[in-house]
């Protein structure tokens, strides 16, 4: 799948809903969205997209911080809007933003391109912060930012490369306050 192919995808749905929360777009769609209590363990599972029986549904970890589950909801939606033959993988904190996964990537791209406007972004680098600082303003991790960033240079934007690449381990303490981690998960 092409950035043009997810780009695309991104703007048909805000065109035809008006929307872009990831859990009204869920409802517009008739995807079942549940939360349940998965854990918030490093390896607890994070969320799925599953089709059974013709009926879609997306689950939620509801043991996360709200951000991060409205992050998760719109990997997930990338799944179904992107990967409706797939089989269902559930995911833990090494598939998330990781890279190795062709499918896992495109739906990385997709939440990127649904949850941080281009306009928002720029709003943000305009006001001369670090990318980390943008990141936290923009109230996302630094790995779905830097994936945003592939997006707006493929969309033909002049930026300066992320400090740091997206990681694959990062949501290992997500869910897990520790030393250097707020509440949402984010420093």
């Known amino acids: 799948m092409t950035y043009a192919q997810i780009c695309e ?16 777009l869920c409802r517009e769609m008739e995807i079942q969205l549940l939360y349940q209590p998965l854990g918030s363990h490093p390896g607890a599972i994070k969320g799925y997209f599953i089709v059974c029986k013709r009926i879609r549904a997306i689950t939620v970890n509801m043991d996360l911080p709200p951000v991060m589950q409205r992050i998760i909801t719109a990997h997930e939606l990338g799944h179904a809007v992107h990967h ?8 833990h904190d090494v598939v998330l933003f990781d890279q190795t996964s062709a499918l896992e990537k495109e739906a990385n791209l997709f939440a990127a391109e649904l949850l941080l406007t281009d306009e928002a972004v720029v709003d943000v680098l305009n ?40 990681s694959s381990t990062f ?12 509440e949402d998960g984010f420093t």
Request: net charge positive.
């Open 9 to 24: 995808s991104v703007a048909r749905l805000r065109r035809r809903y008006g929307d872009s929360d990831p859990a009204r």
């Open 84 to 91: 409706k033959s797939s089989r269902a993988q559930a995911f």
């Open 127 to 166: 006001q001369d912060m670090t990318f980390y600082s943008a990141a936290s303003q923009l109230q996302v991790p630094m790995e779905l930012l830097d994936f945003k960033f592939r997006i707006m240079k493929w969309k033909g934007y002049k930026l300066t490369e992320p400090p740091e690449a997206a």
């Open 171 to 182: 949501l290992k303490n997500m869910g897990v306050p520790q030393d250097g981690y707020s």
